[in-house]
């Protein structure tokens, strides 16, 4: 099994449409977890943080199971400029932080 | 808002030459990384360094690669003898001490092999 899996997609959807990226990881240890977005040829950039209550920042809904070892990223009102591929990133416990990142899930909103 | 910086953007070598791409990661923060991702691929780490040595690496980081942070600014990755294969988008990163905060990304340094 993979260390973080993500569905590659890609996921072309139109503006205005609610869309949801699902990541599971295969270490139950992991102690933090992230989604980034990543503009083609640029660096990932920090999205959101994932808590275990699960959260929300606008348009972008994150959630957390860790019974099941699951991560999620809801989307509302697809926007244009969020046509972009969608990491999960989960990070091992320790100070160290080893950082690892799924394959990412390309989404194309279109108009 | 402070931001991790990196240079060349990009830089192109013959294949056999050594290469040093750096980064000043944002001046607060005590751990740094290396990741690298070949084009269409996923982002894949390299190295962390804290306190002045490496913390942790991957099978990839093996011994043509070494890391440095010569002074309280900068930090370097060099490449001894690069290969076709080094091509790549190498990025840099940074996150203070703090538990559970994310890591902050440099805008990377494209890496052409010729």
């Known amino acids: 099994r993979k260390e973080v899996e993500q569905d590659p997609g890609p996921f072309n959807v139109p503006e205005g449409a609610t869309v949801a990226f699902n990541c599971t990881y295969s270490n139950s240890a992991s102690q933090s977890f992230f989604w980034y977005r990543q503009d083609c040829r640029k660096e990932p950039k920090l999205l959101m943080s994932?808590?275990?209550s699960g959260n929300e920042d606008g348009r972008f809904t994150a959630q957390l199971n860790r019974a099941s070892q699951y991560i999620s990223l809801l989307i509302r009102d697809s926007k244009l400029s969020d046509s972009a591929t969608y990491l999960c990133?989960?990070?091992?416990?320790?100070?160290?932080?080893?950082?690892?990142f799924g394959t990412g899930t390309k989404l194309q909103v279109i108009p | 808002e402070p931001e991790v910086t990196q240079t060349p953007s990009h830089q192109v070598t013959q294949m056999g030459q050594e290469v040093i791409l750096r980064c000043v990661p944002i001046s607060n923060h005590l751990y740094f990384y290396w990741y690298r991702q070949i084009l269409g691929q996923k982002v894949e780490f390299l190295v962390s360094f804290y306190n002045n040595e490496i913390s942790e690496k991957s099978e990839i980081f093996d011994d043509q690669f070494s890391v440095e942070r010569p002074d309280g600014s900068n930090f370097t990755l060099k490449i001894r003898s690069t290969k076709l294969e080094d091509s790549a988008m190498y990025f840099c990163?940074?996150?203070?001490?703090?538990?559970?905060?994310?890591?902050?990304f440099g805008d990377g340094t494209r890496l052409s092999i010729l």
């Open positions: 990163a940074s996150r203070d001490d703090r538990g559970g905060q994310p890591q902050h």
């Open positions: 990133v989960v990070t091992s416990s320790g100070g160290y932080q080893k950082v690892t």
């Open positions: 994932v808590y275990s």
